[in-house]
Each structure stands twice: as structure tokens, then as C-alpha cells.
């Protein structure tokens, strides 16, 4: 059974950082596009970014340059680098893999590309 478990989160102010970590287990991790998205209040859940299978990486335009997605295979764990952090990136963050059928690409513009989700972690980002 697939399982994510999201973690890292918590409240900063404008212009700090944070790494968000995601555990993954239950599937061959390291051969599956992971991705991160996140839902701020009253509003829909958008992709942040993505990660393919062969290392390639895909951002929102709105984090390009501040946010920087990773993996580390050996403890099937993905990462999500947040610099510069603005309170419009205030918000639930989730950390998914995709579907089996979709497992070498995915695209975070694309929610349906994945099939397994995590629990959230809050991020709150004052000014």
C-alpha cells in the first residue's frame, strides 16, 4: 500500500525558508514522478511542481526561482526547498505520486497524473 507522509512545515516570515520533506513507502519509489501541490484557503489545489522519473524537473511560473524540488532514492524521500517564501504561498502542501500508468512523467498541470496522496503539512508565511 502506498504510503506519503509530508512533514517541515510550520509558520515563517516573508522572505524565509523552508524544506518540506515527504517519506515515501509501499511502491519502488524511485522509479515514480513525484510531485508537489498546495491549497490555500477558499481556493482550488494547484501544482506546484514535479519531478520525473529520470531526475527532470517542472515548476508553477508563480515558484520558479524560489522553490527547488529533490529526491533522495536511497531514503525514498522527496523534497521541496522553499526560498524566499511570500504569504501568498500560505497554504496546505501535499506531496503525490503519480499513477502507475504515469509513473516515468507527470506533470503537476496535470492533478489527474496522480493517484496517491499525502496528509498535508501547513505552511504559513507572514508578512
Known amino acids: 500500500q502506498v504510503q506519503l507522509v509530508e512533514s517541515g512545515g510550520g509558520s515563517v516570515q516573508a522572505g524565509g525558508s523552508l524544506r518540506l520533506s515527504c517519506a515515501a513507502s509501499?511502491?519502488?519509489?524511485?522509479?515514480?514522478?513525484m510531485g508537489w501541490f498546495r491549497q490555500a484557503p477558499g481556493k482550488k489545489r494547484e501544482g506546484v511542481a514535479n519531478?520525473?522519473?529520470?531526475?527532470?524537473?517542472s515548476y508553477a511560473d508563480s515558484v520558479k526561482g524560489r522553490f527547488t524540488i529533490s529526491r533522495d532514492n536511497a531514503k525514498n524521500t522527496l523534497y521541496l526547498q522553499m526560498n524566499s517564501l511570500k504569504p501568498e504561498d500560505t497554504a496546505m502542501y501535499y506531496c503525490?505520486?503519480?499513477?502507475?500508468?504515469?509513473?516515468?512523467?507527470?506533470?503537476?498541470?496535470?492533478?489527474?497524473?496522480?493517484?496517491?496522496w499525502g496528509q498535508g503539512t501547513q505552511v504559513t508565511v507572514s508578512s
Open positions: 519531478m520525473n522519473s529520470d531526475g527532470s524537473t
Open positions: 503525490a505520486a503519480a499513477w502507475p500508468f504515469r509513473r516515468y512523467s507527470c506533470t503537476h498541470r496535470r492533478e489527474g497524473d496522480f493517484g496517491y
Open positions: 509501499g511502491y519502488t519509489y524511485s522509479s515514480y514522478c
